[in-house]
């Protein structure tokens, strides 16, 4: 087996594109004016901006560019998203998240439990997907907001956005979705969802890091997100990060533009979670089907995630885990057990999200390594029964 590299770890963050980075150089070299000034060099940078508002509104279907407003990332719509619509809220107290959410909703949810309000996660079920009649239950006079991810960052599943954001609609709460794994991954159109709010990032579908968006339909109501200068129309002040914001919309119409490639990946996707599933008591996690297309992960019992990762990397592989330690806890993640997977098994998480230029090689790669990784760690493994080659009791 001749030694590969290949980058695994697509959702963590993706190489920016070479069309991408070559549109953003330009504003940083020749069109560097200040957008909110007045003479020609500064008006050029502005028509970047607007420019960059039409391609990422009618990527996403918007009904107008200025539904969109640039953000530094992920991290900061969801924040503002959810802080935005708790800010003018007079009597309603109440929120409704996913218990598989990202920690920048999570995190951001329950920090506002100390001026009194209130958050509901919803569970999900072995797949990672919430149910319609659980949002229905969970629905109280005083809920404001509903915020569920489209697709899981570490299993990939897919919710039905659709059906969920139509429940929040019925009973006068907003609907936001955090689509950050999704965007540039699979079609997304926020007036088919119907959702309120939606969040992007350009990194993780090869734009530049540290930009991002938010999509608010016209007539939500928020607070605004940081005052000054009134940039984003008053919302989010600050002088425009021109060259990234160029970028992101750069990579995103490249990202959107054909979608042919999808039966590709998500053949790749299931020769990859097929061939590891051919390790003894080893399970796919997340969604069989209404999963993300690079998107493979598995729990493997007798192992640690954190040895995986660096008996992967020693075989140029570079993948992740949900296990744990990666955060300096030693809980595995929130989704692993939101799954309902007892910790000792969840500890032994691989996430491989691959990208466009994988390979069926690349794929058969993986698996073989995988194999011998784990045949090696198991071997060393002290809850592993190597004689009899399944888990100790
Ligand atoms: C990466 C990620 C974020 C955070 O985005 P940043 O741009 O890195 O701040 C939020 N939600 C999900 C689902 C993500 O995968």
């Known amino acids: 087996m001749d030694k590969r590299i290949i980058y695994a770890d697509n959702a963590a963050t993706t190489k920016i594109s070479e069309k991408a980075l ?3 150089l330009p504003w940083y070299t020749e069109n560097f004016g200040n957008p909110s000034s007045i ?3 500064a008006r050029t940078a502005r028509r970047g901006i607007e420019a960059a508002r039409e391609t990422v509104a009618k990527a996403l279907g918007a009904a107008k560019p200025n539904e969109i407003y640039f953000t530094s990332g992920g991290t900061e719509s969801d924040d503002w998203a959810i802080k935005g619509a708790a800010a003018l809220q007079t009597t309603k107290k109440h929120i409704v998240i996913s218990g598989i ?3 920048a909703i999570s995190e951001t949810a329950h920090s506002l439990e100390r001026f009194g309000f209130e ?3 919803l569970p999900v079920d072995s797949c990672g997907l919430v149910s319609v009649e659980s949002l229905e239950k969970a629905m109280r006079p005083d809920t404001f907001l509903v915020s569920i991810m489209l697709a899981n960052n570490e299993i990939g599943t897919i919710q039905p956005i659709k059906e969920l954001c139509a429940v929040a609609k019925a009973h006068g ?3 936001h979705t955090d689509a950050v794994q999704a965007v540039g991954h699979i079609p997304v159109n926020v007036q088919e969802l119907g959702v309120d709010m939606l969040s ?7 734009g530049p890091q540290g930009v991002g968006a938010m999509y608010i ?3 939500v109501r ?6 000054g200068g009134g940039q984003e129309r008053r919302r989010r002040s600050g002088t425009e990060n021109v060259a990234a914001i160029v970028g992101m919309a750069t990579a995103l119409e490249e990202q959107t533009a054909d979608w042919s490639r999808l039966p590709k990946l998500e053949a790749l996707r299931d020769r990859l979670i097929k061939g590891l599933l051919e390790i003894p008591y080893t399970q796919q996690t997340g969604h069989p089907t209404r999963r993300l297309p690079t998107n493979a992960s598995v729990v493997i019992n007798g192992i640690e995630g954190e040895g995986i990762i660096l008996g992967l990397d020693n075989c140029g592989i570079q993948a992740s885990s949900g296990s744990a330690c990666t955060s300096g806890s030693l809980d595995p993640s929130h989704v692993l057990l939101g799954i309902g997977l007892e910790h000792a098994v969840a500890h032994g998480s691989l996430r491989l999200s691959f990208g466009e230029e994988t390979t069926e090689e690349d794929i058969d790669y993986i698996i073989a390594s995988t194999k011998q990784v784990v045949e090696r760690l198991r071997s060393m493994s002290p809850v592993w029964d190597s004689v009899n080659n399944k888990p100790l009791k």
């Open 22 to 24: 070559a549109a953003m």
């Open 101 to 103: 959410e990202h920690h």
């Open 39 to 41: 003479y020609g060099r």
């Open 217 to 219: 339909r016209s007539g």
């Open 119 to 121: 958050v509901t996660e």
């Open 173 to 175: 709460a907003l609907f």
């Open 200 to 206: 992007l990032s350009s990194h993780k579908f090869h």
């Open 222 to 227: 928020i607070a605004n997100l940081i005052d």
